[in-house]
C-alpha cells in the first residue's frame, strides 16, 4: 500500500479575476494534487460566493469591509464553515499563513505588493502574477525573496516562456544570454492610425483579439504600456541590463517570448494563447501537468508573423513602451512613478474623463514632475505611490478643464 502524495495548500490572491478563475480551474483538474487554503477578491461578494461553495477553502479575505461582512453573511446562511475576513492585514496573513505552500499573486495594481512581501519574506513558492510588485517593488522586493528564501516563479505568459528558454542554473543566465526578446500582439490597434487614437471608446481598447483579460490589463495591451511594465518586470527578475531586452510585435501570440543566446541560437516557447499553460506550470514547475489549454496543430497553424517595433508607425501608435528604458535608467523608484500614474490614467481613461491618447500624456507628464528619494522598504514604496497618485489625478483635472 502506497502512502498518498501530500497536497500542496493554495492561497489564490485576487480569485475572482481572470488569472484567478483560471488559476482555479487549473486546480480543479488536480484534486489529487492541490488544496485550496485561502481565497481573496475585493469587492465581488457574489462570485466569491459561489467559489466558496466550490472549492471549500478555510478562509476567505475580501479587501473590502462592507464587501467582507456581506459575504460573511452569506457564508453563514449557506452553512459553509469558512473564516471569513476582510482588509489588507488580512490579506497579508493568508499570504504568510504557515499551512499555506504556493501563493498565486493576481491581485491586479499596486494593491497587491503588500501580500507578495508577505509571502517572499515568509518563504513560499510564489506565483506572480502581478507584475506590480516587481514594477513597483523592484529591488525591495527582490531583497524579501532572497531573504526568505521564497521560490519566485512568473505567470505572466511572456516571462513564463522566458523562464521556460533559460537554462535550469540562474548562475549561468549572464555568461550565455546575448538578450531577451518579449513578444507582443500588439492589441487591438496595431494597424489603426496614431492620429485616429484620440477617438478610441473604453469598449473598443478592452476588445483583444487574442486574449480574454480584465479591463485594466486590456487598456494597457492597447496602449503597449502592459509591455513596458513587462520589460521592467523582465530586467528584475532575469537580472538583465536594459540594453539587453528588446520587443516585437508578434500578431499570433503563438510564440510567447525568445531567449538569444550568444551563439546566435534561439530558444522561444510557444502554446496557445491561454493563461493555464503558464499557470499549471508554475503550480507544477519543475514538473509539468494537464493544464486545460488546447494544444497547438502545427498541420493547421496559420503562418506566424512579426513586426519591427520600429515599422508601420508603431513608435507613434504605441509611445508609452519607450517609458519602460527611460524608467529603468533614471533614478530608483521611477518605475514605481510610471505604474502609479498609469493606473490613474487608465481608471480615468475607462471612466470616460480623459481621452485615449491622454493616457500616455498622463504617464510623460507625471514622470518629469516627480524626482523622490530611494524607496529602502514598503512604506517608502507605498510614499511614492501615493504622492505619484496624487500628481496623476492633478494632472487628469488639468485635462478636464
Request: hydrophobic share 45%; aromatic share 6%; proline share 5%.
Amino acid at each position: 500500500m502506497t502512502d498518498k502524495p501530500i497536497k500542496q495548500r493554495i492561497t489564490v490572491l485576487g480569485s475572482t479575476g481572470s488569472i484567478g478563475t483560471n488559476t482555479l480551474d487549473v486546480l480543479a483538474r488536480h484534486p489529487d494534487r492541490f488544496d485550496v487554503h485561502a481565497l481573496t477578491a475585493s469587492s465581488q461578494v457574489e462570485a466569491m460566493l459561489a467559489q466558496c461553495a466550490r472549492f471549500k477553502p478555510r478562509v476567505a479575505v475580501m479587501a473590502q469591509e462592507a464587501a467582507g461582512r456581506q459575504l460573511a453573511d452569506r457564508v453563514r446562511a449557506e452553512g459553509l464553515a469558512i473564516d471569513v475576513r476582510w482588509g489588507a492585514a488580512a490579506l497579508d496573513e493568508v499570504s504568510a499563513a504557515p499551512e499555506v505552500d504556493a501563493v498565486m499573486a493576481a491581485i491586479v495594481g499596486a494593491a497587491g505588493l503588500s501580500p507578495c512581501l508577505a509571502a517572499a519574506k515568509s518563504g513560499k513558492r510564489l506565483l506572480l502574477a502581478n507584475k506590480e510588485a516587481l514594477v513597483v517593488g523592484g529591488q525591495v522586493f527582490l531583497s524579501a525573496v532572497q531573504q526568505g528564501g521564497a521560490t519566485l516563479l512568473p505567470i505572466d505568459s511572456e516571462h513564463s516562456a522566458i523562464f521556460q528558454s533559460l537554462p535550469d542554473d540562474p548562475a549561468t543566465w549572464a555568461q550565455r544570454i546575448d538578450k531577451i526578446i518579449l513578444t507582443a500582439s500588439g492589441g487591438p490597434f496595431r494597424s489603426r492610425e496614431p492620429q485616429s487614437l484620440r477617438d478610441v471608446t473604453p469598449e473598443q481598447a478592452c476588445a483583444h483579439p487574442n486574449w480574454v483579460m480584465g479591463r485594466k490589463i486590456s487598456v494597457d495591451s492597447a496602449t503597449m504600456m502592459n509591455k513596458a511594465l513587462e520589460v521592467i518586470e523582465a530586467r528584475y527578475l532575469f537580472g538583465v541590463t536594459p540594453e539587453q531586452l528588446e520587443v516585437v510585435i508578434h500578431p499570433q501570440s503563438i510564440i510567447h517570448s525568445m531567449v538569444q543566446y550568444k551563439d546566435s541560437s534561439v530558444v522561444a516557447q510557444l502554446g496557445s494563447p491561454d493563461m493555464r499553460v503558464p499557470i499549471a506550470y508554475g503550480l507544477s514547475w519543475p514538473e509539468r501537468m494537464a493544464s486545460g489549454a488546447v494544444p497547438l496543430d502545427f498541420k493547421t497553424l496559420s503562418a506566424m508573423t512579426f513586426e519591427s517595433m520600429d515599422a508601420h508607425g508603431h513608435p507613434q501608435r504605441f509611445p508609452g513602451l519607450g517609458l519602460a528604458w527611460q524608467t529603468l535608467r533614471a533614478r530608483s523608484g521611477s518605475c514605481a512613478i510610471l505604474n502609479a500614474a498609469n493606473e490613474i490614467a487608465v481608471e480615468a481613461f475607462l471612466n470616460r474623463q480623459i481621452r485615449f491618447d491622454q493616457i500616455h500624456a498622463v504617464n510623460e507628464a507625471t514622470l518629469g514632475a516627480l524626482s523622490l528619494d530611494e524607496p529602502k522598504n514598503l512604506d517608502d514604496l507605498m510614499e511614492i505611490d501615493r504622492i505619484s497618485r496624487d500628481k496623476a489625478k492633478a494632472w487628469v483635472a488639468h485635462w478636464l478643464n
